[in-house]
């Protein structure tokens, strides 16, 4: 009986449920949620969407009260220290269990779930906040709804975890593959949530940095969106539209001079400089 009250209860909050045959096999840790988040994340990186669903649905059921009593406090997102924003911990792991579900269930091809998965996220949990370790807190909502949109519109651009790497990963693969809108795509979106950072990581630098690999990856925000505007203009560059691959080298040159890229078979190379050697090519002064 009480069984049936759970998995009820469950389904009447919008949750995707798993077999609890499926559920028990796996070790929830210590039940925290940032212990179940920290699990899910680990089972969407290899791809196991039982195990997704055992994670985030464990979470959901021990701490959606908490994180809808945390949402109803709010009329905006919670602002202040780390500390602040770290206090609404059943709002922010409910949040982001839910993209992670959405994101799992997108990478399966089940788009219905995952649809209602992301929506989940932006009805109930719009202010939950989740914590990138590179230093900041992202909006799982945010995410949520440009993945709805993707979704609705036919695309298949796939965002992975949004860190720079993976992005700028991702927009090299589509300038290989000569696809000029997904690297615009891919390279935008670099920019929108790292360039910030990239700026204030150029600003306190005066050369480039050279002491140790370890030193030059710390500039990882840098790193990453210099390389993004060199992919961009490059694409630009091989589509034939050479003023708007011009913006995007001399925003690298002039923005970000000091970004270094690493180059698989093991040396680093200068975007700015290769940058201003397109735009010579280019003819421009």
């Known amino acids: 009986m009480k069984r049936s009250i759970l998995i009820g209860a469950l389904l009447l909050a919008g949750v995707i449920f798993v077999q609890p045959t499926i559920a028990a096999a796996y070790n929830y840790g210590d039940f925290r949620s940032e212990t179940l988040v920290s699990k899910a994340w680990g089972a969407l990186a290899e791809g196991d969407l039982e195990a ?10 021990l701490y959606a009260e ?6 109803s406090s709010l009329s905006d997102y ?7 924003i770290f206090s609404y911990w059943a709002l922010n792991d409910i ?4 993209f992670i579900q959405g994101e799992a269930y997108r990478k399966a091809q089940q788009k219905q779930e995952a649809l209602e998965a992301y929506k989940k996220v932006a009805s109930d949990y719009s202010y939950g906040q989740a ?10 909502v945010e995410a949520a709804k440009e993945k709805i949109a993707m979704i609705e519109s036919g695309s298949d651009l796939d965002f ?3 860190s720079s790497s993976f992005l700028t990963s991702q927009a090299w693969k589509a300038l290989q593959a000569d696809d000029v809108n997904s690297v615009i795509v891919y390279t935008d979106k670099v920019l929108e949530l790292y360039g910030k950072e990239a700026k ?5 630098m005066t050369e480039y940095a050279w002491e140790s690999k370890g030193d030059i990856f710390s500039k990882w925000a840098l790193n990453d969106v210099g390389t993004s505007l060199f992919i961009k203009g490059e694409a630009l560059r091989k589509a034939g539209e050479s003023k708007k691959a011009q913006e995007a080298y001399k925003t690298l040159v002039d923005q970000y001079f000091y970004a270094q890229c690493w180059d698989p078979n093991g040396w680093f190379w200068k975007p700015a400089e ?6 010579d090519d280019l003819g421009v002064i």
């Open 66 to 71: 908490q994180a809808q009593k945390m949402q």
């Open 160 to 162: 992975g975890n949004y």
């Open 131 to 140: 914590w990138d370790t590179n230093g900041w807190f992202w909006k799982p």
């Open 95 to 98: 949040a982001t269990s839910l």
């Open 200 to 204: 204030t990581m150029q600003e306190s």
């Open 78 to 84: 919670p602002e202040g220290d780390k500390d602040e």
């Open 52 to 61: 997704v669903l055992a994670y985030t649905n464990k979470c959901v059921e």
């Open 274 to 279: 290769a940058a201003q050697q397109a735009l």
